[in-house]
């Protein structure tokens, strides 16, 4: 099991309501593609941007009630009939559209705080969207839904922490960086530093505490989609888990989970 950003919520499986599938299934294939158009392919940065933009214009479309294009109507047909039947709101549509286009404008994170930013755009809109699904429009809801979703994406950062440096792109906060002595340059030639996983660790720890801070919230979705995003929350635990046991050998390994790790994310998943 890879913890990829747009399989980071129930994409129509048995645990998601029925009446529900359809609209997670058209939310997921909306970001999926998106996400597709960014990054899958030989297309160059201008194409891509080109792409994006006319992509943003069929989701214009179909929220003012509009056709749009044949090019994505597999995509943005269902999606406007979750869009009427659930009045899902534009803005965290909108805001992933955002995300993929800074995908291809910005590869540095001055700290934190920037980095945060960005999952405010790429992650934490999924999380709204589902919220929005299940009926829960609370500030404790938002808060923890943000939680879990940054706290995904950072566990995604880190795990593919080799895949992203080969394509330039380098999550790991410059401040981090400056502040254990480790040049970005080795990370981005994959040049372990005896200082790295050091940095490494404090990265881990933050995913995990955001996971743990938004936690709670799976006691307060119902019924089967609980126990859905009990499973999400735990596989990203054990995510982290499995980089500690590699001693945060990121740079030279993609921890994934398999089969034997289905019990104990069961199990602790039964506990919370």
């Known amino acids: 099991m890879s913890i990829d950003h747009y399989e980071n919520f129930p994409v129509a499986s048995a645990l998601c309501p029925a009446r529900l599938r359809p609209a997670v299934r058209a939310i997921y294939a909306y970001a999926r593609t998106a996400d597709d158009l960014a990054d899958e392919g030989d297309a160059d940065r201008l194409c891509r941007l080109g ?63 920037e980095l945060l930013a960005y999952c ?10 589902m919220l929005h699904l299940y009926g829960l429009d609370d500030e404790q809801a938002r808060r923890e839904s943000d939680a879990i979703c940054t706290g995904l ?11 992203d440096t080969a394509r330039g792109r380098l999550y790991v906060p410059l401040d981090a960086c400056r502040r254990h002595d480790v040049p970005p340059a080795s990370l981005l030639a994959h040049q372990e530093t005896p200082r790295t996983p050091a940095l490494l660790r404090e990265l881990v720890d ?33 995510i982290l888990e499995r980089i500690r046991r590699l001693n945060y050998a990121m740079l030279h390994t993609r921890p994934v989970l398999g089969p034997r790790d289905a019990w104990p994310m069961l199990w602790r998943a039964w506990r919370m």
Do not use: C, M
């Open 120 to 129: 405010e755009r790429s992650a934490n809109p999924v999380g709204r969207l």
């Open 206 to 238: 933050w995913a995990e505490s955001l996971l743990r801070e938004g936690a709670p919230l799976v006691r307060r979705v119902p019924g089967r989609a609980g126990w859905e995003l009990r499973l999400v929350v735990q596989g990203g635990l054990r």
């Open 51 to 113: 792409d994006l933009a006319a992509y943003r214009e069929d989701l214009h479309a179909v929220l003012q009630g509009a056709a749009p294009s044949r090019r994505w109507s597999h995509v943005f047909l269902p999606l406007a009939d979750a869009i009427r039947d659930y009045r899902l709101p534009g803005a965290p549509l909108e805001a992933l559209l955002d995300a993929f286009v800074q995908d291809l404008t910005k590869h540095r994170y001055l700290d934190r705080e």
């Open 153 to 163: 994406q950072l566990t995604n950062f880190w795990q593919d922490l080799r895949v």
